[in-house]
């Protein structure tokens, strides 16, 4: 069984419009960079033909694979199972919308490797940005990224889906996420003591519909 440099792991539900693109600018980064890794898309149970799509992919790649989950359906329990099966020592997270630029992956691996255990995307340290996102959203956000700092207040943005980490801080934690905010469990569960932030100017999808429920924000509200 290969091993990687890197495992990216995707999680995704109804992705069809972007999951192609996503895993072929993510490759092009491995390429471009020469990092040998791993693409990980796992997905819950997803109704339209993202399945499919990641599959026929996986059968021309080698280092692309599918889980596809049946049960406990969410994006943060999906991420830990990424977690569980990567076959890699350091994890990458992103979404696959392009909301999160994976030109920029490379420089969370270099902070990894550098020593740092947790590399965090943020959109409100300096050079951060959120750009083509409504009014609404944009409240929400910044009162998740509050309420969170108020735990950890040295993180400026603790809710941040895009980040990487060393396989030990996850690694027999009692990591039992629900909803979207799989890094403020990482940050409250991990085992971990240095963290690094990197920059990112965030952008709303352009293709598929968002998946912000108000059943989001209760089970943000519980997991806090």
């Not at 740092?116 to 943020?122: H, L, P």
Request: aromatic content about 8%.
């Amino acid at each position: 069984m290969d091993t990687y440099d890197l495992a990216v792991i995707i999680p995704t539900f109804n992705e069809e419009e972007n999951i192609a693109a996503i895993i072929e600018a993510v490759n092009k980064v491995f390429q471009h960079n020469g990092i040998h890794g791993e693409i990980l898309v796992v997905d819950d149970s997803s109704k339209d033909r993202t399945i499919p799509i990641v599959q026929e992919i996986a059968d021309q790649n080698d280092n692309v694979r599918i889980i596809v989950r049946t049960e406990d359906h969410g994006l943060s329990q999906s991420v830990v199972e990424g977690f569980g099966v990567a076959r890699s020592d350091i994890f990458q997270v992103i979404d696959a919308d392009f909301s999160h630029p994976p030109e920029l992956i490379p420089r969370f691996y270099e902070a990894i490797r550098d020593g740092a255990d947790i590399a965090i995307g943020s959109r409100y340290t300096e050079g951060g940005d959120i750009e083509q996102w409504p009014l609404k959203r944009r409240v929400i956000s910044l009162g998740a990224t509050a309420f969170g700092r108020i735990l950890f207040p040295e993180v400026t943005d603790p809710v941040s889906g895009f980040f990487a980490v060393r396989r030990e801080v996850v690694a027999g934690a009692p990591l039992a996420p629900r909803g979207y905010k799989i890094l403020m469990e990482v940050l409250g569960k991990g085992r971990w003591r240095s963290f690094v932030e990197i920059p990112f100017v965030f952008r709303d999808r352009e293709e598929g519909e968002s998946k912000l429920r108000l059943d989001t924000m209760t089970d943000y509200l519980r997991q806090c």
